[in-house]
Nanobody, 119 residues
């Protein structure tokens, strides 16, 4: 599975941005897709995820009520809609995919797309 993330950019605090992650290859093997982020000087952290078939979502507390995740199975694409952005949301955002429901590890990773939120 190959993942291609896009949509990052510079946005003012309070604004919105939508990231996309297009999957290719053995997409039928995908169980769950997720977004992680890594801010400068910090460890990578989980943001949000969705099961590919059931559409069941999971959110980090820091983004609940502000971020939503959706998927378009016909386009093999997952979207991260970010609203009410804060400067602390500034980070490189990575999409990831896993093939099995067990465990926390994601086997497939895309390149990061940078989101910068100005105050």
């Amino acid at each position: 599975v190959q993942l291609q993330a896009s949509g990052g950019g510079l946005v003012q605090a309070g604004g919105s941005l939508r990231l996309s992650c297009a999957a290719s290859g053995r997409t039928l093997s995908i169980y769950r897709m997720a977004w992680f982020r890594q801010a400068p000087g910090k460890e990578r952290e989980f943001v949000i995820s969705i099961t590919w078939n059931g559409g069941r979502t999971s959110y980090a507390d820091s983004v609940k009520g502000r971020f939503t995740i959706s998927r378009d199975k016909a386009k093999n694409t997952v979207y991260l809609q970010m609203s009410s952005l804060k400067p602390e949301d500034t980070a490189a955002y990575y999409c990831a995919a896993k093939s099995t429901p067990s465990g926390d590890a994601y086997q497939y990773w895309g390149q990061g797309t940078l989101v910068t939120v100005s105050s």
